[in-house]
């Protein structure tokens, strides 16, 4: 059994920055793929960034490309998020998930076996 542990979220102003960290309770092992996605209040869960665990090959929603960066440490089974130059609309819960490379899709939801709790991020204007 996989477990998934975020944390970093916080409260940040307008144009500045956070980094989120999504530790998993085991190996990370190169057939699967880290993502984050968020949820705003009243929203779906939407997809933010994929990173194959092999090959380092990333994948970013169109609204946080060039500010968000999706980045892994293998010694650490350890994946983040850094956010750059936050928006309010970038507000909501942010989510880690673990997909296997034969299933994936990384915008799809169905694709990630394992999810954390999520991590709260409040940007204020």
């Given at each position: 059994?996989?477990?998934?542990?975020?944390?970093?979220?916080?409260?940040?102003?307008?144009?500045?920055s956070?980094?989120?960290?999504?530790?998993?309770?085991?190996?990370?092992?190169?057939?699967?793929?880290?993502?984050?996605f968020?949820?705003a209040p009243?929203?779906d869960?939407?997809?933010?960034?994929?990173?194959i665990?092999?090959?380092?090959?990333?994948?970013?929603?169109?609204?946080?490309?060039?500010?968000?960066?999706?980045?892994?440490?293998?010694?650490?089974?350890?994946?983040?998020?850094?956010?750059n130059?936050?928006k309010?609309?970038?507000?909501?819960v942010?989510?880690?998930?673990?997909?296997?490379?034969?299933?994936l899709?990384?915008?799809?939801?169905?694709?990630?076996?394992?999810?954390?709790?999520?991590?709260?991020?409040?940007?204020s204007?």
């Amino acid at each position: 059994h996989v477990e998934l542990a975020e944390s970093g979220g916080g409260l940040v102003q307008d144009g500045g920055s956070l980094r989120l960290t999504c530790t998993a309770s085991g190996r990370i092992y190169s057939t699967y793929a880290m993502a984050w996605f968020r949820q705003a209040p009243g929203k779906d869960r939407e997809f933010v960034a994929t990173l194959i665990w092999s090959g380092s090959k990333t994948y970013y929603a169109e609204a946080v490309k060039g500010r968000f960066t999706i980045s892994g440490d293998n010694a650490q089974n350890t994946v983040y998020l850094q956010m750059n130059n936050v928006k309010p609309e970038d507000t909501g819960v942010y989510f880690c998930a673990k997909a296997p490379l034969w299933q994936l899709n990384v915008e799809r939801e169905s694709s990630y076996e394992y999810w954390g709790q999520g991590t709260q991020v409040t940007v204020s204007s």
